[in-house]
């Protein structure tokens, strides 16, 4: 079953009963999937649901799925969080891509001092919503479940008062933890990824001071585009969710 797609409809999903997709879902699926009768495709509806079946109809812009078997899966704990930095080149969106097909269950965008690349006024609500179609493409293409919650850009001062809510590891390339040394309180984590030039060195102080600890990703220097979903890779096996 090579076809996902995401639809507020599969919530309703029965075995045995229909589901009955509208819109551009529907519309991808036909023209550029060539979604025929009689092939077996998955729906998901991004909140824990995938419905598995057999189209029963394609009719122009819709189409018809027959619910052989539901499957639900429950929100994981610890939940895993990447603050990723705004950085110029698009490694942004290509960290939050991966983390995505990595099983990360939310992102903060993070407006970094060193951050080249700046969203203000309009350009905010844009950029958002420009990460949460990325987070929604990434998972239908991972197979996902559950869409990864997307929070407003964050300034380093809104990170630093997350500790009560997360464990914070700021991954750098200095620090003289490792994050294989990392031991879960129960709380949901939070990686927090640097823009290209790095994390300044008041905003790690002001993070640290926050409770925040330093980890550091074996003895290469990564991008920010790669050491985010590095750190949920080594996360997931770590806390077994592999």
């Known amino acids: 079953m090579a076809h ?3 639809t507020d409809d599969a919530s309703h999903a029965v075995v ?5 997709v509208t819109g551009s879902e529907a519309r991808h699926a036909i023209t550029v999937g060539r979604l025929v009768v009689g092939e077996r495709m998955r729906l998901g509806d991004g909140r824990g649901l995938i419905a598995s079946g057999t189209v029963a109809a394609v009719d122009g812009d819709a189409f018809e799925l027959r619910v052989e078997s539901t499957l639900f899966d429950d929100e994981p704990s610890p939940q ?11 490694r942004d969106e290509l960290a939050v891509q991966a983390a995505t097909e990595l099983g990360v269950d939310g992102v903060i965008p993070w407006a970094a001092s060193r951050s080249i690349v700046k ?4 350009k905010v609500s844009k950029h958002e919503q420009r990460w949460r179609s990325i987070l929604r493409e990434a998972t239908k293409q991972s197979v996902r479940s559950r869409i990864p919650a997307l929070k407003p850009l964050a300034t380093t001062a809104d990170l630093a008062s997350l500790g009560n809510e997360f464990q914070v590891l700021v991954l750098d390339p200095t620090a ?5 040394s990392f031991a879960t309180d129960g709380r949901d984590v939070l990686v927090v990824v640097g823009p290209e030039g790095g994390i300044a060195p008041a905003e790690l102080t002001q993070l640290l001071a926050a409770g925040a600890v330093g980890v550091r990703i074996g003895s290469n220097v990564l991008r920010a585009s790669t050491a985010g979903p590095a750190a949920i890779a080594v996360l997931n096996a770590m806390l077994g969710r592999w």
């Not at 895993?80 to 698009?90: D, E, I, M, P, R």
């Open 4 to 6: 996902f797609y995401l």
């Open 16 to 20: 045995g009963g229909t589901i009955t």
């Open 80 to 90: 895993l969080w990447l603050a990723q930095a705004l950085a110029k080149g698009g």
């Open 119 to 122: 969203w203000v006024g309009a």
């Open 176 to 180: 003289q933890e490792s994050l294989l």
